[in-house]
C-alpha cells in the first residue's frame, strides 16, 4: 500500500486508552479467549486439516496463540492498518514460533480490510473479532472476506453491538465510526446479503460482564435485574458462516 493510498483509507484511530486495554489479560483471557472458544462451537461441519487462517484487524497479535490452539492452521495470516500494533504483533507471532509444538506459518500485512492484500480463495477462515464496527466500508468489507475465502470456507464474526459501542462509557474511551454501527440483526442481514450461509444454530448472542457498560452486570449480581433473551438489547454477536460452495 503506498503512502498516497493509505492516506484514502477511511481509518477511525483508537484512543491511547484503546489501545493500552488491547493489551491487558482482560482483553486476552475475558474477550478473545471467550470469543475464539464460542466461536469454535458454533463451527457445524469439519474444517481441513492445518487451515489457512487470516486475522483481519489483528491488532497486537493477541489472537495468534488462541487461535493455533483451537484449531492447528498451518497458516495464519495477520493483516492491520495501525503500524505500531503490526509491531506488536510480530513479537507475538515470534513468540508462538518459538513456545508452540505446531507453529504455524505467519505473515503479517498491513492493510485495509476493505481492500485485501490477499489472493482470491486463498484462506479456509476468516477471523474478524471486535474489528468490523471500527470499519467504515462495512459492505467492501465483507464482499473482501467472501472474496478470499474458499468455497466452503468459513467467516468467523463477532461483534459488539450499537448497544454497546453507543454507551456513554464506550464512547468516553474509545473512537469509533458512529454512523455504521449495527444491531445484532443487522450485522447478521449484511452477512447473509453479502452471500455467507448460517443458520441459528451457527449464531449466539453472549451477553458477558464486559459487555454492560451501563453497570458490567453489577444490578444482576444484586439479584436487582434479570434481562431475558428476547427482551433485552443485544451486546455482542456472534456467527459462524460459510461461503457457499
Not at 470469543?35 to 458454533?42: E, N
Not at 469439519?46 to 491488532?59: E, Y
Not at 490477499?118 to 477462515?125: F, K, N, Q, V, W
Not at 433473551?229 to 457457499?244: S, W, Y
Request: one cysteine or more.
Amino acid at each position: 500500500m503506498s503512502a498516497s493510498e493509505s492516506n484514502r483509507v477511511p481509518f477511525v484511530p483508537e484512543t491511547a486508552f484503546g489501545i493500552w486495554f488491547l493489551r491487558t489479560h482482560t482483553w486476552e483471557h475475558h474477550v478473545l479467549r471467550v470469543a475464539i472458544d464460542d466461536l469454535k462451537r458454533l463451527i457445524d461441519h469439519r474444517l481441513p486439516d492445518a487451515p489457512a487462517i487470516v486475522d483481519v484487524g489483528c491488532g497486537q497479535g493477541k489472537s495468534f496463540r488462541l487461535l493455533a490452539e483451537a484449531f492447528a492452521p498451518g497458516r495464519i495470516v495477520g493483516i492491520d492498518y495501525h503500524e505500531a500494533s503490526l509491531d506488536k504483533a510480530a513479537q507475538a507471532a515470534r513468540e508462538c514460533e518459538a513456545r508452540l509444538p505446531a507453529r504455524p506459518e505467519f505473515e503479517l500485512l498491513r492493510g485495509d480490510c476493505a481492500s485485501l492484500p490477499l489472493p482470491t480463495a486463498s484462506a479456509d477462515i476468516v477471523f474478524c473479532h471486535q474489528t468490523f464496527h471500527h470499519l467504515v466500508e462495512q459492505e467492501r468489507a465483507l464482499a473482501e472476506f467472501h472474496r478470499v475465502l474458499k468455497p466452503g470456507g468459513i467467516l468467523l464474526f463477532a461483534e459488539s453491538t450499537e448497544a454497546y459501542i453507543r454507551s456513554w462509557v464506550i464512547r468516553l474511551l474509545f473512537r469509533h465510526p458512529m454512523q455504521v454501527q449495527k444491531s445484532a440483526d443487522g450485522y447478521l442481514a449484511m452477512i447473509r446479503d453479502a452471500g455467507f450461509q448460517f443458520t441459528n444454530r451457527n449464531v449466539s448472542l453472549p451477553y458477558l460482564w464486559w459487555s454492560r457498560a451501563t453497570d458490567f452486570g453489577l444490578f444482576e449480581r444484586l439479584g436487582l435485574h434479570h434481562p431475558k433473551v428476547g427482551k433485552r438489547r443485544e451486546t455482542l454477536v456472534n456467527v459462524a458462516a460459510v461461503k457457499a460452495a
